[in-house]
């Protein structure tokens, strides 16, 4: 009973909230000056002004649901208000920031953020635009009705058939520049090996005259 009679007493101080807004409606109201008691209400909802019966399980049911429901409503738009919040907050600091920044450092965002919304306006635009053919290429299409499946066919054979050959190529390339890189190796040891020999005879030859 004595929950009843708590709940009871929001649902007064509910009617005396609409009361208080009524009669305050042509001044400026701060925060300090609302009553704590006073809180938002939706102005779907307003609660009829009806006895209530606390001998009567179906009153005190339906007074506890209609309380409960209206907790529930208000828990509801307080988070949705601390989102739209929390969003506002989040674009006056970006605002903040952007101003801060340098004139030349700003210029180039500027551009960069022209760009940026005329390129997304045109992708929206692309995406949207319904792609329909003249009623000359339906006709002209139409000709060739019984021939297209097995074109069709033929670019995908076809296409399959370049991506392997493209494959290859890749493997090729790879193949030939390992190649080039042993060929180079082959022609330096070559070089050395040359210097090598033309040393050794030349010493051979400086040593047969000096045994003259």
């Not at 022209?114 to 139409?142: G, L």
């Not at 069709?152 to 991506?163: D, G, P, R, T």
Request: charged content about 35%; hydrophobic content about 30%.
């Amino acid at each position: 009973m004595e929950i009843i009679k708590k709940l009871f007493s929001a649902g007064k101080n509910k009617k005396y909230n609409r009361q208080w807004k009524q009669n305050n409606t042509q001044e400026n109201i701060t925060d300090n000056q609302i009553p704590e008691e006073i809180s938002e209400e939706n102005p779907e909802e307003k609660m009829e002004d009806k006895p209530i019966h606390y001998d009567s399980p179906t009153d005190r049911r339906n007074f506890i649901v209609d309380n409960c429901e209206q907790i529930l409503e208000s828990i509801k738009r307080l988070e949705e208000m601390k989102v739209e919040y929390q969003a506002v907050t989040s674009y006056l600091t970006d605002i903040q920031k952007l101003e801060q920044i340098p004139p030349e450092a700003r210029d180039f965002l500027n551009d960069a953020a022209r760009k940026i919304v005329t390129f997304t306006r045109e992708r929206t635009k692309y995406q949207n635009k319904s792609k329909k053919i003249t009623d000359v290429q339906f006709k002209h299409i139409a000709q060739y009705e019984d021939v297209l499946p097995q074109e069709l066919n033929k670019m995908k054979n076809n296409e399959a058939y370049s991506n392997t050959v493209k494959n290859d190529m890749k493997y090729l390339e790879c193949e030939k520049d390992a190649l080039n890189y042993q060929k180079e190796e082959i022609i330096n040891k070559q070089a050395y090996l040359k210097g090598i020999a033309t040393a050794t005879c030349v010493l051979v030859a400086v040593l047969f005259l000096l045994f003259v």
